[in-house]
């Protein structure tokens, strides 16, 4: 339960209230609703300068981007772990804020990232490798931090790695929402 609460304590964009975060309670950081588009990654439908929003979506380890390779893997873990021991996660409550719907808690967390990722996509096809600063912002913390963030070049690995997900869980997700599966899979 320690281990997937984990990913509750790094998510961007919401508060981590105390009820659910305790004395790791803390404010909203990066609402990442203005994204600035850079050179790199713009496309026809979206041109370098254009704002777009990607909200939600965990921390990396070190600092204050969110990357669709670093984080796809954590989603796969997280999705498989329910496919293999579904009857496990389905009464398993780790205090999250969505713990009271009718999807697993272990899913529930997987679709906070699941959702930035798909908020990374572009109009053609292409993924956004991460969402992120010029430069690392140090050691403030996250509400506190008000750089401008921007979104990379689309990359190889961060489509692939997107599309697996996307798979996955239009699979794991038919049963409890039929609109987010059917938006995964196309």
């Given at each position: 339960k320690a281990t997937l609460k984990?990913?509750?304590?790094?998510?961007?964009?919401?508060?981590?209230v105390n009820e659910y975060g305790g004395k790791l309670a803390r404010e909203a950081g990066h609402p990442d609703t203005a994204v600035v588009v850079l050179p790199s990654a713009a496309s026809s439908t979206r041109p370098a300068g254009t704002k777009i929003a990607t909200p939600g979506g965990w921390y990396d380890a070190g600092d204050y981007n969110k990357y669709i390779v670093s984080s796809a893997g954590p989603v796969f873990t997280l999705l498989s772990a329910y496919e293999t021991y579904p009857a496990l996660y389905d009464s398993l409550d780790l205090n999250i804020p969505e713990n009271k719907n009718n999807i697993p808690d272990i899913l529930d967390e997987a679709l906070y990232n699941i959702r930035w990722m798909m908020s990374m996509q572009?109009?053609?096809?292409?993924?956004?490798?991460?969402?992120?600063?010029?430069?690392?912002?140090?050691?403030?913390?996250?509400?506190?931090?008000?750089?401008?963030?921007?979104?990379?070049?689309?990359g190889t690995a961060a489509t692939l790695d997107f599309a697996a997900v996307m798979a996955m869980t239009s699979r794991v997700y038919r049963k409890y929402n039929t609109q987010l599966a059917d938006s995964a899979l196309n």
């Open positions: 984990y990913y509750y304590f790094n998510r961007a964009s919401m508060p981590i572009d109009e053609d096809g292409g993924v956004y490798n991460k969402t992120t600063e010029a430069n690392f912002s140090g050691f403030d913390m996250p509400a506190k931090v008000n750089a401008t963030r921007y979104v990379t070049t689309k």
